[in-house]
């Protein structure tokens, strides 16, 4: 994942059309994060078979640091940008590369 899109091992790539926000909240607390909007919304499916959020195409994704040494991405299916991790159709955790 870098600022214009986000490519899975599975060949598929979702791109970015533009940066909708640098804070989102997480748990109840504001957190610094990169929230975008999908120029092309789809469900692509990932290396195991399952949808990136199977419950509709992805029109937004967040990334934050979500630790030490982790990063989390979570994607989202609504027609306004998310202000919260409550809205979330799916999340993903990281460890930052090295």
Known sequence: MDDFSIRFESGGSLAFSDL???NFRVDGKRVPA????VE???DPELENGNQLCGAGDVTYVANWAAGDGMSAIAVFTGKRPPKSSDEMCALYT???PQ
Do not use: L, M
């Not at 990169?34 to 909007?37: G, I, N, T």
């Open 94 to 96: 990281y460890e930052d």
């Open 34 to 37: 990169s929230v975008y909007r």
């Open 40 to 42: 092309d919304p789809a």
């Open 20 to 22: 909708v926000a640098d």
